[in-house]
């Protein structure tokens, strides 16, 4: 059974960090790509991030260039979201996904707050 557990999320002050974790199992993770989306309350569910699972070349939406970067631990089946310089336009449920041949698995989702 494929299973995705975000955690990390919060209330973090403009200009401020956290680190997401996505904890797996249930596939192959090593070679896996993931990916971290967000949905922002009112707005569709936004790509912020991807892993290619092979080779761990990464991709970012504009937004976070620079600010956010994706990472994965295969030893723990984990991929991370380290968010730095954090700003109000952040806030939302960020989701981590796994693409496993043609199906989406999705985790429950970790809330971050960016606000003073």
């Known amino acids: 059974q494929v299973q995705l557990v975000e955690s990390g999320g919060g209330l973090v002050q403009p200009g401020g960090s956290l680190r997401l974790s996505c904890a797996t199992s249930?596939?192959?993770?090593?070679?896996?790509?993931m990916s971290w989306f967000r949905q922002a309350p009112g707005k569709d569910r936004e790509w912020v991030a991807h892993?290619?699972?092979?080779?761990?070349?990464?991709v970012y939406t504009d937004s976070v260039k620079g600010r956010f970067t994706i990472s994965r631990d295969n030893a723990k089946t984990t991929v991370y979201l380290q968010m730095n310089t954090l700003k109000s336009e952040d806030t939302a449920v960020y989701y981590c996904k796994a693409r496993l041949g043609m199906n989406d698995h999705w985790g429950q989702g970790t809330q971050v707050t960016v606000s003073s």
């Open positions: 249930g596939f192959t993770f090593k070679s896996t790509s």
């Open positions: 892993i290619v699972g092979t080779d761990g070349h990464t």
